[in-house]
T-cell receptor, first 111, second 111 residues
Framework: QKEVEQNSGPLSVPEGAIASLNCTYS??????FFWYRQYSGKSPELIMF????GDKEDGRFTAQLNKASQYVSLLIRDSQPSDSATYLC???????????FGTGTSLTVIP | DAGVIQSPRHEVTEMGQEVTLRCKPI?????LFWYRQTMMRGLELLIY????????DSGMPEDRFSAKMPNASFSTLKIQPSEPRDSAVYFC?????????FGPGTRLLVL
């Protein structure tokens, strides 16, 4: 079983809609959760991180964490064509440990 | 800050040759990670260092791969001898506490 699982997609949403990206993890000891965006041919870029159960909002992005269900999600409101990318979910058990990455979900926002 | 610096950005070599990839982490970051990314396998952790000490190299494919971090501002990943299956994008990333930042990557093609 992989540490972090993501639906590879592709996920397509129309411009202006809400895109919902989901991730599950296997290690209940995971303490930190991250979302990265990777454009084609570029390196992963950190979008958000979350530590506590509940929601964390940053502009059009909202990260949601449910530790009981071992589930992390990323919502992108008012999706734009520039949001089209692969989104990587990552977890970390504690500072100093490695990061575990999912395989990524490909998102396409259709104008 | 200049971010994580990697060189070279592109490398084309012939099977059997030695390849050396270089990384300069962000100043003040105490953890450094080497990843490999391919379409088939996604993002794979090869090795990571904390305070210049290798912590986990279980992701290194085989003895042909070696990594060093002689000081806090420099790391190398060496492949000797290289094989066509080593063709991939190699990312270096550094972190301080929870946030991890990626370099631009080295695109390696072994013919």
């Amino acid at each position: 079983q992989k540490e972090v699982e993501q639906n590879s997609g592709p996920l397509s949403v129309p411009e202006g809609a809400i895109a919902s990206l989901n991730c599950t993890y296997s290690d209940r000891g995971s303490q930190s959760f991250f979302w990265y965006r990777q454009y084609s041919g570029k390196s992963p870029e950190l979008i958000m991180f979350i530590y506590s159960n509940g929601d964390k909002e940053d502009g059009r992005f909202t990260a949601q964490l449910n530790k009981a269900s071992q589930y992390v999600s990323l919502l992108i409101r008012d999706s734009q064509p520039s949001d089209s990318a692969t989104y990587l979910c990552a977890t970390r058990v504690r500072t100093g440990n490695q990061f575990y990455f999912g395989t990524g979900t490909s998102l396409t926002v259709i104008p | 800050d200049a971010g994580v610096i990697q060189s070279p950005r592109h490398e084309v070599t012939e099977m059997g040759q030695e390849v050396t990839l270089r990384c300069k982490p962000i100043s003040g970051h105490n953890s450094l990670f080497w990843y490999r990314q391919t379409m088939m396998r996604g993002l794979e952790l090869l090795i990571y260092f904390n305070n210049n000490v290798p912590i986990d190299d279980s992701g290194m494919p085989e003895d042909r791969f070696s990594a060093k971090m002689p000081n806090a501002s420099f790391s190398t990943l060496k492949i000797q001898p290289s094989e066509p299956r080593d063709s991939a994008v190699y990312f270096c990333a550094s972190s301080f506490r929870e946030t991890q930042y990626f370099g631009p990557g080295t695109r390696l093609l072994v013919l």
